[in-house]
């Protein structure tokens, strides 16, 4: 059976021993003293699996959101070149609203 990293995360100690004890890997030899937060990634490696939670944004256009926050870093900069504190507030702050957005719409898949 194919396992996903959300999946064994979940099962308990036993379980992944359980799964582990069926395969042939160099990595997991030993799964039998070995603690959860050892185990997972051992049998994560041993199985192919990529070993952590992905992430995904939805609802958004990312790409669109990323440039418009590189724009605005280059007008931050020529801001403080200016020494214009207003302009900068602005800026700043729309930056800020943007990552907001970004961190909003993340949904871990």
């Known amino acids: 059976m194919t396992y996903t990293y959300e999946q064994l995360s979940k099962f308990t100690v036993a379980q992944l021993r359980e799964i582990a004890q069926g395969v042939q890997h160099d990595a997991v030899k030993g799964f039998s003293t070995m603690h959860k937060d050892k185990l997972l990634p051992v ?19 990312k ?21 214009d504190k207003a302009e900068l507030k602005a800026i700043r702050d729309r930056i800020h609203r943007l990552k907001h957005i970004l961190r909003r719409s993340i949904v871990k898949i």
Do not use: F, M, P, T
């Not at 049998?43 to 256009?61: E, P």
């Open 43 to 61: 049998l994560c490696y041993a199985l192919g699996i990529d070993a952590r939670a992905h992430h995904q944004v939805v609802g958004v256009n």
């Open 63 to 83: 790409s669109k959101i990323k440039s418009e926050i590189r724009e605005l870093k280059v007008k931050r900069a020529a801001a403080i070149a200016n020494h």
